[in-house]
Each structure stands twice: as C-alpha cells, then as structure tokens.
C-alpha cells in the first residue's frame, strides 16, 4: 500500500503536558481519534478501565472505554482480514482496530497510525458514530 490512505497527523501529535513520558498508548491513540476526544479524555477513560500508565490497552478496557463513548462492536466476517482489506471492505465510517499487540483508527478509509500498517491482521473492530 502507498502512504495515500495514511495519515500521522493527529495520530502522532506530541503527547501533551503531563504525558511526555507515557509510552505503549496507541490504544489512547487510537480511542483519542477515533471518538474525537483529547488525549487526557482517552488516557483518563482507559485508565478508569484498569489500563497502568506506561503500559499496553488490553482489549476488554478498550472494549469498556469505547462502548462508553458511544462505540460498538463491529463483526467480522469469516476470517481476519488485513488492515488492507478492511479499508478495502469499508471504505466509509470510523473504526478503532486491534491487531496483534497495536490499536489504530480508521477514518472514511485513511489509516491513522504512527507508521503505515497493511499486512497486519484485524482481530477486533469497534465502529464509532
């Protein structure tokens, strides 16, 4: 995949005041882009969900923490797609993905990520509103 439906902007903005030593937070990320809520929101949302500063989003936080701001799960059909292929699939709507140890969001077919992710496989969808 070429980096046209990829985008680092927000996903990667500096973290701000307060959490320029958090690490292991793209599930904060990714909630931070694909609910629209600021970085301290997602952060203060997830941790209320049991996640430990400087450490990964297990999926039943990032479950809890999306439903609460008004996420759903979205079913997968049959077997694990790649990030390709469910760009490819749903080209339209906002989604946070879990892949193998990662968390990004899905914007109207834009993957917002740190770096381009393609072969990856979906294990997991939340559909934002």
Not at 49 to 67: I, P, S, V
Not at 117 to 129: D, E, G, H, P
Request: charged fraction near 25%; include cysteine.
């Amino acid at each position: 995949m070429d980096t046209k439906g990829f985008s680092r902007e927000r996903y990667a903005t500096p973290k701000p005041p307060g959490f320029e030593h958090e690490r292991a937070d793209c599930g904060v990320r990714a909630l931070m882009v694909g609910t629209g809520v600021e970085y301290p929101a997602a952060h203060a949302l997830l941790k209320r969900q049991g996640r430990k500063d400087r450490e990964g989003t297990f999926n039943a936080q990032m479950e809890r923490a999306a439903l609460e701001l008004g996420a759903a799960h979205f079913p997968l059909p049959g077997r694990y797609p790649t990030v390709n292929q469910f760009v490819r699939d749903n080209p339209r709507g906002t989604f946070i993905l879990r892949l193998n140890s990662h968390f990004l969001a899905v914007i109207d077919g834009t993957v917002h990520n740190w770096r381009p992710v393609t072969r990856a496989y979906v294990y997991r969808v939340w559909k934002c509103n």
